[in-house]
């Protein structure tokens, strides 16, 4: 149990396009969804927050313009990175927290992107 | 905010040692500090957690330790093996609306043979 999968796993783009990605939770009901940016070699940075049916909430420096997140079901969330540019470039991850347990975050097998 | 430090970066062990990863956290309102293991370009996987209520819980060859009045927690592994090369992250978190975690900066674990 407690599956989460992230769509797609690898993209490329060109710069000045946008590109979405999907979090989904397969076999459990996610009310919140987090949203994280992971650089090489580096820790997992949060980016956002996302309750079902509300307003993302971004963490400092995350320009909520250029990271759109939409969680429109309990068990879907979308990140779309609009009018991406190379430094945008990043491993993106994913992670849903079990509704009713307040604890445990399961992640994504993250989503590679690479805007040329 | 939380703030989460992690040492050492890097860690190399023979096979059969132990390894010892430590964390520090800032916020003395966190109590849920679980560990992740990632391996390279996939996603990180919960090892061991532990709750603020405990000092101590184990898990087969991992144990992780608290110590609430110094604000650090600590993972331990015995008997390390080839395949528990991987870069594990701390992480703190506490009860609110949003759980949000904050990591650590990570430490690439290296077991030779």
């Known amino acids: 149990g407690a599956v989460v999968s992230q769509h797609p796993s690898r993209v490329i783009c060109k710069s000045g396009t946008s590109v979405k990605i999907e979090c989904r939770s397969l076999?459990?009901?996610?009310?919140?969804m987090f949203w994280y940016r992971q650089f090489p070699k580096q820790s997992l940075m949060l980016m956002a927050t996302?309750?079902?049916?509300?307003?993302?909430?971004?963490e400092q420096g995350v320009e909520k313009d250029k990271f759109l997140i939409n969680h429109a079901s309990l068990t879907l969330s979308t990140l779309t990175v609009t009018s991406a540019h190379p430094e945008d470039s990043s491993f993106y991850i994913c992670?849903?927290?079990?509704?009713?347990?307040?604890?445990?975050?399961?992640f994504g097998p993250g989503t590679r992107l690479t805007v040329t | 905010g939380e703030n989460v430090e992690q040492h050492p970066s890097t860690l190399s062990v023979q096979e059969g040692d132990s390894a010892v990863i430590k964390c520090t956290y800032s916020?003395?309102?966190?109590?849920?500090f679980p560990w992740y293991k990632q391996e390279l370009g996939k996603r990180p996987q919960l090892i061991i957690d532990?709750?603020?209520?405990?000092g101590e819980k184990k898990d087969q060859r991992i144990a992780v330790t608290l110590n609430k009045t110094a604000k650090h927690f600590s993972l331990h592994i015995t008997e390390t093996q080839p395949e528990d090369s991987a870069v594990y992250f701390c992480?703190?978190?506490?009860?609110?609306?949003?759980?949000?975690?904050?990591f650590g900066g990570g430490t690439r674990l290296m077991v030779k043979p």
């Open positions: 992670s849903a927290r079990v509704a009713g347990r307040f604890d445990e975050q399961y």
């Open positions: 076999d459990f009901q996610a009310t919140t």
């Open positions: 996302s309750n079902e049916g509300s307003k993302a909430t971004y």
């Open positions: 916020d003395s309102a966190s109590n849920y």
């Open positions: 532990i709750r603020s209520n405990v």
């Open positions: 992480a703190a978190s506490w009860d609110n609306a949003g759980n949000m975690l904050t």
